[in-house]
Structures are given as structure tokens and as C-alpha cells.
């Protein structure tokens, strides 16, 4: 049972460089979310979708893209990558409702460094 | 706006009782969420109220006053792999979750 898997596990870009982390999930949830999480900042939300073709922009959006085109999959996308984006990126997913609650299921996270 | 507040560090004894506090203010309210995460580990999920009072799950409660804003995550006989942080995160309808900057939780021997 994978739960949520986030590939790539570490990545190392230059600045300008541009990359694609992928999320998968197989519990067939409807919402799935990225955030970020900085040093003494917690957990902040990127981007989220609530449904296969959907995408909403969460708390820090600016320098990130992201798609939905299968429900399974939500993808983030860095177009110019740039030091500020150093960062541990989490991909998440849940069900609405009872009697999953929305309960978020974590991936185990991608390590970005910027250089 | 939203935000949530927690203490940024706290200290216990193995065995003791350790409480760890949360207070939220958000645009909407459908239930207040804690994680427990490990370093660089993924959070996981620990409890969830939406009413009022006290959840209990084994050496773990968490009570909720939604009148008040405050929430709290109550630990009793600590183990040394209780030292982790812990987040409170508020669910605004289930579609934008607020978390909040974690308590790093330290289990002395």
C-alpha cells in the first residue's frame, strides 16, 4: 500500500534551471495539496486541487505552477528556479467528508536546494 | 487574516504528562487538525476535533473550544520517541488548510 509518493526524493538546481516534482497518490482521494515547509515556518500551502482539472492557488503561489490532468497525479512545476525556492516541498492528499474527515496523508517529502 | 499560534519549543521528562497549546484564527472553521512530525520525516496524523471537548486516542487527547479559538494536545507517559514537533493546523472548509509553525517537543531521559 504506496499511499503518496513524491519523486524526486533530493534535486540540486541552478538558478534559471526549471524542474517538475510529481506526486501519486492510490487512495483515489478527491483534494491533493503541495506546500512548502521552511525552517521555523511550518507547513505553507503552494497550490492545491479539489478535483481532476482543478487547480487554486494557496498561501504562496508566486514561481510555481501546477497541474492536475489525472486524478492520481498533481504535479509542481518550478519555470526559473531561484535560491528563495530552497526548501522542503510535502505533496498531500485527503477526502472530504465522513468518514475520512479530511484527513491529510503526507508524501515523504523532495529536498530542493537552489544554487 | 489567519493565523495560527503555538509555542516554538518545549521540554519534558520521560513518563510526565506534557500539554501543548494552540490557539487559530480563521476566515472558516470545519475542524482543527494536530500532526506529529519527525525530522525529516513526513507529519503524520495524530487527532481531529470539529465540536468542542476532549478526544482521547491512547496516551493521546486533544480538546477544542471553537468559542475560544484554542486547542490543545495533551501527552501522557512520555516516551523518548514522543520528541518530535508537533503541528496544529486548522481545516477553512477543507480546501485551504492553515498550519501552524509547529512545537519542537523534547523527551528527556
Known amino acids: 500500500n504506496a499511499g503518496v509518493t513524491q519523486t524526486p526524493k533530493f534535486r540540486v538546481l541552478k538558478t534559471g534551471q526549471s524542474m517538475t516534482l510529481l506526486c501519486a497518490q492510490d487512495?483515489?482521494?478527491?483534494?491533493m495539496y503541495w506546500y512548502r515547509q521552511d525552517p521555523g515556518m511550518g507547513l505553507r500551502l503552494i497550490h492545491y486541487?479539489?478535483?481532476?482539472?482543478?487547480?487554486a492557488k494557496g498561501e504562496v503561489p508566486d514561481g510555481y505552477n501546477v497541474s492536475r490532468l489525472k486524478k492520481q497525479n498533481f504535479l509542481l512545476g518550478l519555470e526559473s528556479a531561484a535560491p528563495s525556492q530552497t526548501s522542503v516541498y510535502f505533496c498531500?492528499?485527503?477526502?472530504?467528508?465522513?468518514?475520512?474527515?479530511?484527513?491529510?496523508?503526507f508524501g515523504a517529502g523532495t529536498r530542493l536546494s537552489v544554487l | 487574516g489567519q493565523n495560527i499560534d503555538q509555542p516554538t519549543e518545549m521540554t519534558a521528562t520521560e513518563g510526565a504528562i506534557v500539554q501543548i497549546n494552540c490557539t487559530y484564527q480563521t476566515s472558516g472553521f470545519n475542524g482543527l487538525f494536530w500532526y506529529q512530525q519527525h525530522a525529516g520525516e513526513a507529519p503524520t496524523f495524530l487527532s481531529y476535533n470539529v465540536l468542542d471537548g476532549l478526544e482521547e486516542k491512547g496516551r493521546f487527547s486533544s480538546f477544542l473550544s471553537r468559542s475560544k479559538g484554542y486547542s490543545y494536545l495533551l501527552l501522557k507517559e512520555l516516551q523518548m520517541k514522543d520528541s518530535a514537533s508537533y503541528l496544529c493546523a486548522a481545516d477553512n472548509y477543507g480546501q485551504n488548510f492553515v498550519f501552524g509553525p509547529g512545537t519542537r517537543l523534547s523527551v528527556l531521559p
Open positions: 486541487s479539489v478535483g481532476e482539472g482543478t487547480t
Open positions: 498531500a492528499s485527503s477526502s472530504p467528508g465522513h468518514p475520512a474527515k479530511n484527513i491529510q496523508y
Open positions: 487512495m483515489n482521494h478527491e483534494y
